[in-house]
């Protein structure tokens, strides 16, 4: 159970790795282009091969690209479907060259239509990235908090994709406050244990390869997707114990994409309220 956090490659990816151990992460998140924007700017070699050092040299890892955020795998237009796959099959090669684990994506809105409306579609969609992208790194897809019509706020409907796919390349992202946000309670250990098994059930827990660890400002089932700092949110400090001593999360990364005490994003304090429940539990990293 390695913690981290999402950090800016602002300046050049290799960046990120200083920006991550400034804080004390032991795991990073990044991003590969503007989330914001189609463009995808390969990445030089000189600075892919600096990253794989700063990073081996500070021991960091796993490392995890995420997507960006104009993927939609359900809309209706085929134009930007394949955008998105191309956006993904970028994001899957860079993830081979910097030695990363994966990229984590967030698969969209049925925008009104209906999950099985959308399923067909955005199962080939993923069927396609995973053809166009080399061997290695896994595609993850995130569960989302119901917010928009959200594809995969329901762990059923990310196991039926996954079924579909059927593709080792394909795993899950946990996101705590999307979990929470759609009905799942994370605040006892009754709750979290229900959630697992739940998720065995519908998705398996092999195919779970990364945790966004994030505090809810808004109460379970409010489906909206509004993080808060570890602690200060309706998660709280002991949810996150009870979700971190539950073995299904042993041997999964955690990363953080919280707001920050100053509002700067993920920040040290942040970091170290996990470390310190992980401490607690007794749980080796």
């Not at 021991?59 to 237009?77: E, K, M, Q, S, V």
């Not at 081979?96 to 409306?117: L, Q």
């Not at 299904?248 to 994409?257: H, I, Q, R, S």
Request: proline share 6%; glycine share 12%.
């Amino acid at each position: 159970m390695r913690i981290g956090a999402h950090v800016s490659s602002v300046g050049g990816i290799s960046k990120a790795v200083a920006r991550g151990v400034e804080i004390g992460c032991e795991a990073i998140q990044i991003f590969g282009s503007s989330p914001q924007g189609w463009a995808f700017k390969p990445i030089p070699g000189d600075e892919i091969e600096a990253f794989r050092q700063a990073a081996a040299e500070a021991d960091i890892g796993p490392i995890f690209l995420h997507a960006i955020y104009l993927i939609n795998l359900g809309t209706p237009n085929p134009v930007n479907v394949e955008k998105g796959i191309d956006s993904l099959v970028n994001y899957m090669e860079l993830a081979k060259s910097i030695d990363a684990a994966g990229v984590i994506f967030h698969p969209g809105s049925h925008g009104g239509k209906g999950y099985d409306a959308v399923f067909p579609q955005t199962v080939e969609a993923i069927k396609k990235v995973l053809d166009g992208s080399p061997e290695g790194p896994v595609l993850a897809v995130e569960n989302m908090a119901g917010m928009g019509q959200h594809i995969g706020a329901r762990f059923e409907e990310l196991g039926r994709i996954l079924k579909a796919v059927d593709s080792s390349r394909l795993g899950v992202c946990l996101d705590t406050q999307h979990s929470f946000a759609a009905a799942y309670d994370l605040t006892s250990k009754e709750g979290i244990d229900a959630m697992i098994a739940e998720f065995d059930e519908t998705i398996g827990l092999a195919n779970l390869v990364a945790v966004h660890a994030n505090d809810s400002k808004r109460p379970c089932g409010a489906g909206v997707d509004r993080h808060d700092n570890i602690g200060e949110g309706f998660i709280g400090e002991d949810g996150f114990a009870a979700i971190m001593g539950n073995p299904a999360f042993k041997d999964v990364p955690f990363f953080l994409e919280v707001p920050g005490f100053e509002g700067k994003g993920p920040d040290q304090r942040n970091i170290q309220i996990l470390k310190d429940i992980r401490q607690r539990l007794g749980i080796t990293p």
